[in-house]
């Protein structure tokens, strides 16, 4: 990272009442998220520039993360996006209860022609992709999880609407009591950014959140 991007991040964050730390701590890059480590059995983000906060009502932290691509891992099936942009910037908030890990994302030509090709022959060719139910949704988005109904539970109509609304660009992944979104942005669309973070958070479903942490009481 650039001391003119660490003077941008800082600088944003002062005009903005965020605080600025250089240095990620290692607990945050540390959670089960599939940008911090490719699937593998180790981390390979390194983070920087951690902004924290409230935006909106929302608690907040943001922070620009590189990632080193091990040679020959296939990122999701989009591998451009993690080995052409320099810094990755991310949000991360809370989800209020411990939900299983969902992956969500615009999908490109590639992800279409797969499934049209789904469509010819009537296989499924990633068996982690959910359908959410709602035709349009589904043309545009790629849910990836192996826990189908909960996604289903998250992805409600108001979320589906919400994140074709405000969605596209990002990459949404959820885990446990964390959600992040990210994106290759520079400082001066961090706005756009909290507001798809925000936009997610809003839409929640709080019956999701109250059945997950009743279920956690009860163990």
Not at 8 to 29: N, S
Request: with cysteine; hydrophobic share 40%.
């Amino acid at each position: 990272m650039t001391e003119d991007r660490a003077a941008e991040m800082r600088a944003w964050a002062e005009a903005h009442g965020f605080e600025y730390e250089a240095e990620v701590p290692e607990e945050l890059l540390a959670l089960p998220f599939y940008l911090f480590t490719l699937g593998l059995d180790m981390e390979v983000a390194v983070g920087e520039n951690l902004l924290s906060g409230d935006w909106e009502g929302m608690p907040v932290d943001l922070f620009d993360v590189t990632v080193a691509v091990p040679e020959g891992v296939q990122a999701m099936g989009v591998s451009a996006y993690w080995t052409e942009n320099e810094v990755i910037t991310t949000a991360m908030a809370g989800t209020g209860a411990e939900l299983p890990y969902v992956y969500i994302e615009k999908k490109g030509l590639l992800t279409r022609l797969a499934d049209d090709l789904d469509r010819v022959d009537h296989l499924h060719h990633d068996h982690l992709e959910v359908t959410c139910g709602a035709r349009d949704f589904d043309e545009h988005f790629e849910v990836k999880t192996t826990h189908p109904d909960f996604a289903r539970e998250l992805i409600d109509h108001s979320m589906m609407e919400s994140l074709l609304a405000h969605g596209s660009g990002f990459v949404y992944e959820v885990s446990g009591r964390q959600f992040i979104v990210h994106t290759p942005q520079a400082s001066d669309e961090l706005p756009a950014l909290l507001g798809a973070t925000k936009a997610f958070w809003d839409e929640i479903p709080s019956e999701v959140v109250e059945k997950y942490a009743s279920a956690q009481d009860d163990d």
